[in-house]
Structures are given as C-alpha cells and as structure tokens.
Nanobody, 115 residues
C-alpha cells in the first residue's frame, strides 16, 4: 500500500509563493513518476506537473515559468514550488503516483490566492 500525504497549502496574496510537499511511503517512490494535480471549485481535476524517476519534468502551460516540481528520493518527498501565484491558481492540490499495482492519491491541500 502506498500512502501520499500533502502539506504546505495555505492562503497567500497574488504574486506570493508557496511550496507544497508530498511525503510518500514505501520503496515505490524512487522508481515512480510523481505528479501534482489540482481541482478548483466547480471544475474538473487537472494535471499541473510531473517528474519522472530520472528527474525529467513537464508542466501544464498555465504554470510554466512559475511552478517547479522536484523530488528528494532519500526523503521520499516530492515538492511543488509555486511562485507568482495568481487567483486562478486557487484549488485543492493533490499528489499522485501510479504503477501496475494501483493509482494512488493524497488527501489534498488547499491553496487559496487572494487578489
């Protein structure tokens, strides 16, 4: 069983920064692609950023140049550094990983950006 626990959300003014963390259990972490997703009120959950086991990253266009995903394979943690935050970044942010054994999500952490 894989457990993912997000932290680091909160309330920030537009233009501010937050760093989200996702702590993962189990040896699955270092060999897995990890992703951050978000769901705003009344909208579908969307992919935000992913990082492969070798550190290759990709981002949705709306956050490119503002967000950065990284991972620490010793601490089994993946991070999402969010800079220049905008009100439209307000959402619950989720960590995800997947394998042939299953599809795993954290419980989410709320990010609210005030204008």
């Amino acid at each position: 069983q894989v457990h993912l626990v997000e932290s680091g959300g909160g309330l920030v003014q537009a233009g501010g920064s937050l760093r989200l963390s996702c702590a993962a259990s189990g040896s699955i972490f270092s060999s897995n692609t990890m992703g951050w997703y978000r769901q705003a009120p009344g909208k579908q959950r969307e992919w935000v950023a992913i990082i492969s086991s070798s550190g290759i990253t990709d981002y949705v266009n709306s956050v490119k140049g503002r967000f950065a995903i990284s991972r620490d394979n010793v601490k089994h943690t993946v991070y999402l550094q969010m800079n220049s935050l905008k009100p439209e970044d307000t959402a619950v942010y989720y960590c995800r990983t997947w394998s042939i054994l299953g599809d795993y999500w954290g419980q989410g952490t709320q990010v609210t950006v005030s204008s």
